[in-house]
């Protein structure tokens, strides 16, 4: 098969632009690492191209890509690891840029690999540079109201959801499925650790989303309306329930059906996970049961304001458990699946709804003058030593027993609630 390297000259910019300059330092041509195509990038891939007996013109292209690209495995060091962890970042991964290629760079080309067609080898080779350079990289992700973008971008939001379904971790439990295996195996809610590790959940379930489609973001249910009459921003309304093959999160009352029917076990007990205690079984059935109107529940402002007046020590404890009531009650609002904590995350509507209350933790720390709330020593006040606020969170940990973060892949990843990609917030649209 041809293959059709992106062109890179003088002028261009970006990821493919920093690959070439860590690979031009690698083979001894050294040249500043910032992702525009100079004329001191220029000259050294014409030295480079010289010394490999190449046409030197400057040009990377079909000729110099393939001259450029190194084998780079488990093990491997340096500057091409380097390329290869920015150009996974570019689309899903946070890895550390760090030049050592260990399990996470191993498990995100993994990943990268499944998601693109290509043998799943776990090493960097030509048809995976090819495709680090030629497939799409995410856009910066902003999650917005569901109801307000576009329906292709609500389209391509349940696709990607649909196709985790249908990609397998190493222990046979699709993406999908595993994300009710993590949240029954860890159990924190009702705590200082609720708000922050569901922060991880809905960051390392978008990053997995990403994986399908670089450009889709995890949007939220804004839970002051009612999800059948959403309105759109544009003066109508938008019904996040409808249904058929081309509908978005099936049916509010009784079973979801299409187009979530291959989620389930279309109502059947034999066979699914809760006769089977198997997580790669489908559960029994995707139930909703929907309470008429909107959900009666604090508005945005007043859960803004649980904290007001109190000391900066204290604030944290009021915003969280403001947020954590505001979600229960969202929870048995849709009732069916999602009222229930045991069963929750088997309907994927549960990660609309846990943005939202992300969004809120996240709008609370960006509010303005308030910049601490964005300091991991400080944003969690009085509760800043609490064990749970303390511990690696689980299952990611390896704690659990819950595959790949366990033996045998042992893809165990070590962060506590005060990981800066945990305080950080993601970026929201209101
Ligand atoms: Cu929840």
Redesign the pocket.
Known sequence: MAQNWPIQRIGSRGENVRTIQYLLRHHGFPVGVDRIFGPRTQEAVRRFQRDRGLGVDGIVGNQTWPALIVLVASGSRGDPVRAVQRQLNARTSSLAVDGRFGPQTALAVRQFQQANGLLVDGIVGRDTWFALATAPTAGPTIRRNIAKVSQAERDKLRNAILELDRRTYPDGVSFWDKQDQIHQATHV?GGPAFIPW?RELVNRYEALLKLIDPTVALHYWDWQTDPRTSPDGAGGTVNLFSTGPNGFMGSASGRAGPPLDGLDNGGSFPGSRDDTGNPADPPREIRRNVDQGAPQLDSDAAIMAADDGLPEAEQWRAIREAIEDA??T??GYIGGT?GS?HS?FEDPF?FL??AN?DRLWAKWQREPGQEWRLDPARVYGDEGTDPRILENMQPWAGGTGTRPWAPPENQQQSKNCKHPTIVEPPRYED
């Open positions: 809610h569901h979600h229960n969202a929870h999602i904590a929750s549960v709804l846990h209350v």
